[in-house]
């Protein structure tokens, strides 16, 4: 929680009892339902949820715009996204119905009232969006293939406009290459400096 404040201190009383709720709810369901690394859930403030929250530092949401988070997991990024911007609404797919459900039963605990779940694959899903958004769930190419159809481009409500942002790791030249005209490359080291992030990037692509 105090690394969420280092970074995010002016969120209210209810978020900070939300954030600090997710801990021992991840650490119960992935127990029985491994979404997260075992070795890896005590990192999760940092690995996951503040991950998750790199996108806060790109776009702050108006009140009223809707997310898909595609491959979900067990609701990364969209949990932290949807307690940090309570006003908007977050639609979380994966394909795996055991990991919705985790994402299903964490969100229902901390009280989320701003987020819909779907055991599907992105390509089945029919709804329009403001934003799409994920955590290193396929090739950018591929997701912009499978997302673009859900993206509204009529109500544009955003500094913004809408489209896809999704979270990454590593080398991305290659992959951002055909997007070289209009995608944005975010260095997430930028937002915080703890050593997981020196690697770690955030694609954003407009659809329009």
């Known amino acids: 929680m105090d690394l969420i404040l280092k970074y995010f201190p002016n969120i209210t009383d209810k978020q900070k009892e939300q954030f600090a709720a997710l801990y021992d709810l991840y650490l119960d369901w992935n127990s029985k339902i491994n979404v997260i690394s075992r070795k890896d859930i005590e ?18 949401y108006t009140s009223g715009t809707s997310i898909m988070d595609v491959g979900t997991g067990g609701g990364f990024p969209a949990i932290p996204l949807a307690i940090y911007f309570p006003e ?6 994966d394909s795996i119905g ?10 229902n605990a901390i009280g989320l009232t701003n987020t819909t779940f779907c055991h599907e ?3 089945d899903e029919k709804q329009k969006f403001d934003f799409v958004v994920s955590r290193a769930v396929m090739p950018l190419a591929d997701l912009m293939r499978l997302s673009q159809k859900n993206i509204s481009v009529k109500n544009q ?3 913004l406009p809408n489209g896809v942002i999704c979270l990454k790791g590593g080398e991305l030249q290659n992959e951002v290459l055909p997007y070289k005209n209009r995608a944005s490359l975010f260095d ?10 020196q690697t770690k990037k955030a694609v954003y692509v407009p659809v329009c």
Do not use: G, P
């Open 88 to 93: 908007c609404t977050f639609h979380l797919v």
């Open 157 to 159: 409500k955003n500094a």
């Open 121 to 123: 694959r992105v390509e």
């Open 188 to 197: 997430i080291k930028d937002f915080f400096q703890e050593e997981f992030f």
């Open 98 to 107: 055991k990991k919705i459900r985790v994402a299903t039963e964490v969100s």
């Open 43 to 60: 990192n999760l403030y940092e690995h996951h949820v503040l991950h998750s929250l790199a996108i806060a530092k790109i776009i702050n």
